[in-house]
């Protein structure tokens, strides 16, 4: 349910929100998410330009133009002006007015706040450990989890090693989680003065931008035991199938690669989570994704999602029915 009772002594810990943002043209998708992965969070809402709002359904509607909001408000509103609001290019303006509606009307009433596009599949429950092991080891090194800002997702290093000033940015794809604290700060302490007039695709580097200047840097992600990614941002068998280039024994160059086969290439060189005397080294396959991973992206259609849900969840399937049967059932 999406309750909005601040301050309700009865609420238990660790709840999380999940949010995606959509369109008109993807609804179809952003209700398969809400039907599969979504109701395994505690609330889940989808955004999205051009339906009205429903907030008990979980349908929130994005109003451009705007620049006031407050509590009890049905709108997302942003400040951009852009009259092809759903364009990809106004993303950022789009998760802004996101976060702010978020802040304003359930800041009280979750713990973390997962959001992410209508492509992306989430696995709740994987989440929740992975964010109860992140507050251990915050008590472990004498900080309060409930008072210290975590801003986690997938970590795509800039250059060097993640850890030694802030040499990552969080990639939206799989989308990105924030605590109470975290969530606080965004919205009071950063996005007041930080790119409010700018129109960009690319939010994931300007919300890390921001949270960057109030001095909140991007939380590790990685599975603490292995140094295996939890937050991935293609669909599970991209990742399967990834490889990374070797040089051209002819011209000793390096073979031209994806941007995830860069990306595998410089996680396998960040120090281990728990040593980082040691790296991780390289993890193809299925060592490429951890055990607990969080969230994949790039599920593009109803089917597959439907498909990627009933195979984490068998049970979901009587016995004597194949999970291609039970897509059709669905």
């Given at each position: ?8 002594p ?13 369109h008109?043209?993807?609804y ?7 039907l599969?992965?979504g ?12 339906a009205?709002?429903?907030?008990e359904l979980g ?7 705007h620049t006031?909001?407050g509590?009890?408000s049905?709108?997302?509103t942003?400040?951009?002006s ?6 990809y ?18 800041l009280?009433?979750?713990d973390y ?8 599949y ?9 964010l ?15 008072e ?7 970590q795509v290093?800039?250059?060097g090693r ?7 940015y969080i990639a939206?794809?799989?989308g990105?989680?924030l605590?109470?604290?975290g ?6 302490e ?15 580097r ?8 109030i ?5 590790d ?7 295996e990614?939890t ?9 399967f ?7 051209n ?8 690669q ?10 396998a060189?960040?120090?281990h ?10 993890k ?13 992206h ?17 049970h979901l ?8 049967e ?5």
């Amino acid at each position: 349910s999406n309750s909005s009772n601040n301050n309700n002594p009865s609420r238990p810990s660790g709840r999380l929100l999940c949010a995606v943002y959509s369109h008109a043209s993807m609804y179809d998708l952003a209700r398969t998410a809400a039907l599969t992965w979504g109701h395994h969070c505690d609330g889940f809402f989808v955004f999205g330009g051009d339906a009205p709002s429903v907030p008990e359904l979980g349908m929130v509607q994005l109003i451009f133009g705007h620049t006031t909001q407050g509590r009890g408000s049905t709108t997302a509103t942003t400040t951009s002006s852009n009259k092809n609001n759903e364009s990809y290019q106004n993303m950022w303006q789009k998760v802004r007015a996101i976060w702010a509606y978020l802040h304003f009307n359930y800041l009280d009433d979750y713990d973390y706040f997962h959001l992410g596009g209508d492509d992306m599949y989430v696995i709740p429950e994987n989440l929740r450990y992975r964010l109860s092991q992140k507050a251990m080891e915050l008590r472990e090194k004498g900080f309060d989890p409930e008072e210290t800002p975590i801003f986690m997702g997938q970590q795509v290093p800039k250059g060097g090693r993640m850890g030694q000033g802030q040499t990552s940015y969080i990639a939206g794809g799989a989308g990105y989680t924030l605590n109470r604290a975290g969530l606080e700060k965004l919205v009071r302490e950063a996005l007041p003065d930080c790119h409010v007039d700018t129109n960009a695709p690319y939010e994931d580097r300007l919300i890390t931008s921001c949270l960057g200047r109030i001095g909140i840097e991007p939380t590790d992600s990685r599975d603490p035991t292995t140094g295996e990614q939890t937050y991935h941002g293609v669909a599970p068998h991209t990742l399967f199938t990834t490889r990374v280039g070797t040089k051209n024994q002819k011209t000793k160059k390096k073979k031209r690669q994806s941007f995830h086969a860069n990306a595998a290439s410089s996680w396998a060189r960040q120090g281990h989570p728990r040593d980082s005397a040691h790296v991780v080294g390289l993890k193809l396959g299925l060592e490429a994704a951890s055990r607990y991973s969080v969230s994949f992206h790039n599920l593009f259609h109803p089917v597959f999602m439907v498909r990627v849900h009933t195979l984490l969840h068998r049970h979901l399937c009587p016995s004597e029915m194949n999970p291609v049967e039970a897509e059709q059932e669905y």
